[in-house]
């Protein structure tokens, strides 16, 4: 028994799409483009045992992220998606070391809270290597050395 | 010297020791297949296939072959670890690791600014031993953070042709909700994709953000919702 409308699959493969055709559910005749997409990059055996080798309730999945993985893939033949982790990897480093900055910052902030007082700027410019003096100082306990 | 010798001078590469076949100078596999790593070839052989990969080759210029052949051998040794998923899942917890970090960020200016806020303006002295806490905090980070997952000489600053329009990507995306299951967040990111059909998506698209719709074949009721527990 075959289906009346072949799916996008068996279109493009210009073969008979029977009833129980396995990329009938994930590959619509609308969606030309997406059996396309992926056969021209993974080819339709490949796509076919992939999607076999996982149970049908993951089928979908497999199918949308190979589609997600081969569009990338011609739109960038050298990186496909892996082009998208090395920028995601990239500004997850640039807000790491944002981040890190600025809990640097706070916890000075806290060890050392800022006055309005004249003293504690006096006691800061004290050293101009930033270290602060070991002198006895009202200001709580006195850092020697930052670095 | 017999020179009745049979043996190749050069050892066949990876890709025609698996094919079983002779190794040919001209051999197109040859520089980036090297007979000491088979189970690369054979990871990108069962994924794509080799005359799919033959054909991604021969579209690139040589210089390019290398970051390609690192890539796709990438994606399938992703693809065969997670048969459903692939790179899809790297890249959803990528996103979703991302998404915290920007929250993370947000609360921690907040933070500094009431600090801040509190003591007035920081004299000169102040902000230099900020300045100089900061930087020595991000050198450390800096430091655990070397990232390089293209092994083999490609290098993850090899190469850049097709990269430089992901650049730009994040700025201003939404993020599925960061206490959805797993899967969800997968599903959510793929739904994201499909709808733009169109074909004037481009890869930088991709990207959370501009993505709309995934999901395939709704119309025929084959999806199932997934149980979020």
Known sequence: MTNSTRCAACKQLRRRCPSDCIFLPYFPPYNPQRFSYVHRIYGASNVGKMLQQVEEHERGNVADSLYYEAYCRIEDPIYGCVGIITVLHEEIYHLQYQLAKIQAQIDLLKAHPPLQGLEYSANLLADQNGVYASSPSSFGPSIHCLY | ?229
Not at chain 2, 142 to 165: S, V
Not at chain 2, 207 to 223: C, M, N, V, W
């Open chain 2, 1 to 229: 010297m017999s020179s009745s010798s049979s043996l190749s001078s050069n050892s066949p590469c990876a890709a025609c020791k698996f094919l079983r076949r002779k190794c040919q100078p001209e051999c197109v596999f040859a520089p980036y297949f090297p007979p000491d790593q088979p189970q690369k070839f054979a990871n990108v052989h069962k994924v794509f296939g080799a005359s799919n990969v033959t054909k991604l080759l021969n579209e690139l210029q040589p210089h390019q072959r290398e970051d390609a052949v690192n890539s796709l051998a990438y994606e399938a040794d992703m693809r065969l670890r997670d048969p459903v998923y692939g790179c899809v899942g790297v890249i959803s917890l990528l996103q979703h690791q991302l998404r915290q970090l920007q929250m993370d960020l947000s609360c921690a200016k907040s933070e500094l600014s009431k600090y801040q806020n509190l003591g007035g303006i920081a004299s000169t002295a102040t902000h230099g031993l900020l300045a100089a806490a900061a930087a020595a905090a991000a050198t450390t980070a800096h430091h655990h953070q070397q990232f390089n997952f293209m092994t083999g000489g490609g290098g993850g600053g090899g190469g850049g042709g097709g990269r430089d329009h992901h650049h730009h990507l994040y700025h201003h995306h939404q993020f599925f909700p960061r206490d959805q299951p797993q899967q969800q967040q997968h599903q959510h990111m793929i739904r994201a994709f499909e709808g733009h059909g169109s074909n004037n998506f481009d890869a930088s698209g991709l990207l959370i953000g501009q993505l709309s719709q995934f999901q395939a074949a709704g119309a025929d009721g084959r999806r199932t919702p997934v149980d979020p527990s």
